[in-house]
């Protein structure tokens, strides 16, 4: 977008641009969202940032009434494969806090200057400011959901010091910790966390509003986890329309236990963490939206593949379809094989035998969760005789396990997804399918086309469209083969 475009967003307050480009008032020393419902700027006090960092770089301020920090992701960061696109999908896991930028670089192939160059050259920040930015984000939620003394909350964030802390949330809300708390969302926010349970304690689970960017089908979305649910890893409770997703998670530090609501606030899913170690709130929140894929695009999805006149109908039909991703990559590998060549359900039962036997007991039990999914390392060297599989198949699911347990492939957010798939190719047992389902899920690439699936054929057919002309629907992909899982098995016949 040229920066005249980007202005006439600004002067619409046009949500669909909120995470795709920040604007900063010279005037005032604050930047927003492009949806900011405050006055209008004149364009000559504008500034344009594609990332809140560059505009905390360049002294200004998060504004106070549009929350620019908690936008939805920019959905760029998922469809691009070079360097930049996988160094924020890593920063977004928290790989900078845990690893440094020296981490980073490593697992990006490159030297931590280079990656600073990178950066710095595109976003007009490194990588030490993005994941200062995201600090101080994780840092407001704490304080305004939680009860934690602000020296607790300065260390789960991911902050060296409390001094560290202090100096940062001044920089950038213009506001102590103290005066940050005590202006609780609730009362003139709309965009804050949750209103009356943000008074929650941290026992009782951090409640976040999960931001997405235009329509979000809800129904599909949990009706597809809900078909797909674990038994001790996953539920999905209540009725349509008004279910909640629960499911158990591996952390770096710990485990955890989250609940998403499927009815949708104005933007937001609603959603719970119960953490046994609070320094993962950064890396499961991405993870969530991941799985939920809230950095999508959807207007971007409807124009490309609405241009289709075969394609135009599925997506008028369910506007904002999404791609679910996976909130654990290694598990999503391992269910992916079991997945191979039966139907769902049988997969389902799989993966309830899988946990039931080798899954890690949760110390504490959350309604129907119990388990962990099994992590590689366990996998790896067991028989796996308790799934009732032909020796081949658990071959397969040993070899792989044993990969991902040693690294020889990795299913990080940052990975290369080309070299990642051939991996996997190279592994005995494990063909095109298995691959693409993997790198869609796991790799959360959006231009994924499984055309052998059987049902994405059916589906394809029964709506009139060949998968052969797929070309034109790049970089989307992913969502067409969710929009031909969807289709009725009686469209055929409406259609005729």
Not at 145 to 169: H, K, P, W
Not at 189 to 218: C, E, N
Not at 379 to 384: G, H, I, K, V
Not at 461 to 486: I, K, Q, T, V
Request: aromatic residues 6%.
């Amino acid at each position: 977008m040229s920066e005249d475009s980007m202005y006439e967003a600004v002067c619409s307050r046009d949500a669909r641009f909120d995470g795709e480009f920040f604007f900063a008032v010279a005037t005032t020393g604050i930047y927003c969202r492009p949806s900011c419902p405050a006055t209008t700027p004149h364009r000559k006090n504008v500034r344009f940032f594609p990332t809140a960092a560059a505009a905390q770089g360049g002294g200004f301020r998060a504004c106070r009434r549009c929350r620019p920090d908690a936008v939805p992701g920019s959905a760029e960061w998922n469809a691009r494969a070079d360097a930049v696109g996988r160094a924020m999908r890593m920063i977004g896991d928290g790989v900078v806090d845990r690893e440094g930028v020296a981490g980073l670089a490593a697992r990006l192939g490159y030297s931590a200057r280079q990656v600073q160059r990178q950066l710095g050259a595109e976003l007009g920040a490194g990588p030490v400011a993005l994941a200062r930015a995201q600090r101080a984000h994780t840092a407001r939620i704490l304080l305004q959901t939680t009860d934690l003394q602000a020296a607790e909350i300065a260390f789960a964030a991911g902050f060296a010091s409390v001094r560290q802390f202090n100096d940062t949330i001044r920089e950038i809300y213009a506001a102590t910790p103290t005066e940050l708390r005590a202006a609780r969302p609730g009362k003139a926010s709309r965009f804050g966390p949750v209103g009356r349970r943000a008074q929650a304690s941290a026992s009782a689970g951090v409640p976040l509003r999960l931001a997405y960017r235009g329509p979000y089908a809800t129904a599909e979305v949990f009706g597809y986890l809900a078909r797909r649910a674990l038994t001790g890893v996953e539920e999905v409770v209540g009725d349509p329309g008004e279910r909640t997703y629960r499911r158990s998670l591996r952390l770096p530090h710990g485990s955890g236990v989250v609940e998403v609501d499927e009815r949708p606030g104005d933007g937001w899913l609603e959603c719970r963490l119960h953490l046994t170690e609070l320094r993962d709130l950064t890396t499961a929140t991405q993870r969530i939206r991941r799985l939920f894929d809230l950095d999508a695009d959807p207007y971007a999805v409807a124009e490309r593949l609405g241009a289709d006149a075969t394609l135009a109908p599925l997506v008028a039909a369910r506007p904002g379809l999404r791609s679910p991703g996976a909130a654990d990559a290694h598990e999503l590998a391992v269910r992916a094989v079991l997945g191979q060549q039966v139907s769902v359900a049988a997969g389902q039962r799989l993966g309830n035998a899988l946990v039931a036997a080798y899954g890690t007991p949760l110390a504490e039990p959350s309604g129907g969760l119990t388990h962990l999914f099994p992590d590689a390392d366990a996998l790896a060297d067991s028989p796996l005789t308790a799934l009732g599989m032909p020796e081949s198949r658990r071959a397969t699911l040993r070899t792989l396990a044993a990969a991902l347990a040693t690294g020889a492939v990795r299913l990080d957010t940052g990975a290369d997804r080309d070299r990642t798939e051939k991996e996997l190719l190279a592994l005995r047992g494990i063909g095109p399918w298995t691959a693409g389902y993997i790198r869609m899920r796991a790799l959360g690439d959006p231009d994924v086309l499984l055309e052998g699936d059987v049902a994405v054929r059916a589906g394809a057919s029964r709506a009139g469209a060949f998968l052969e002309d797929s070309e034109g629907w790049r970089p989307w992909r992913s969502y067409a083969m969710h929009h031909f899982w969807n289709v009725p098995k009686a469209a055929r016949a409406a259609l005729a």
